[in-house]
């Protein structure tokens, strides 16, 4: 499976505390804690011994070493998954084949991604508004996380449709009179789907906009579970802000979403740029959890069962994409 090769967020790194977080993806169960040098572990989340949950016990320190205490027998396990010491049998050494399964994690963009398989991918490029932090020029912020009640793809699709704006966000990113959408362009490289020239009249488009305005959009998405939204409202000069849904595919039909912003608003607080953000993803969300099937049909093991309009070009490039790639994890 393709997927297990890719990097994926799973939790945001101010999340992780002192305790083991429990978290999920691809259908597994991982638990994340960090080492006595602040690094983040990533086990799965089952005890080598007798499969309890690792994240039901707790990190403890032994000799200034952390190490994370199953909650059943109490077996300790340091960073990179040794076991270090059976409780029952204190004079026993344990063997490399008593660690539990560790998992490569690392940080970006605010948030912990893990990959399931030791080799594999990259992590996902960016575009240059998320590479550089801090940029003095653009604020970052996360926002999120919102569990999901559908498949990764199906969010990233909504993420890349522009003709649902006059309908699901009407009166803020979109009115019933300019639902006509302009042609734009769409391809696929190395770097994944890009979808360029995009326009579209919005009445608010930010929380700083204080009038509609054509606003000139394109899209990246170098990644089948994230997309990059760069827009520029016409009225607004200089305003040049960026999104990213990064989506954590956590099962088929379940997942968890955050975004980034990179924004040239220093003006507003974290609260009221996550409120514009949450006003806008709490009318999405109905809709994207109505849809049937939650996995999104690209075709993989029968003839795709939905049709297209003209406007719909970014959308089946998204899935014909899927399909070249291969992925298997929330589509039909
Ligand atoms: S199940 Fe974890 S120590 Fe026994
Ligand atoms: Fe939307």
Redo the contacts with the bound molecule.
Sequence with gaps: MIENRLWHPVAAEADLGDAPLAVTLLGEDLVLWRDEEGGVQAFADRCPHRGARLSLGKVVRVDGEARLECPYHGWQFGAGGGCRRIPAVPAFSPPASHAATRHAVVAAHGLLWVRPEAEGEGLPVAPPAFEAEPDARLRKLLCGPYDVETSAPRIVE??L?MA??SF??EDW?GERGHAELPAYQVATGADGLRVTNCQAWQPQSNRLSTAGSWVAYDYAVPHPFMAVLSKAPERQAGYRESIALFVCPQQPERSRVWFRLAVPDFASSDAELRAFQHT??A??RPVLESQRPKRLPVGRDAPATEVHSAADRSSAAYRRWLRELDVSFGVC
């Design positions: 909504n993420f449709d649902h704006f699901v966000h990113l806008i993803f009318q999405d």
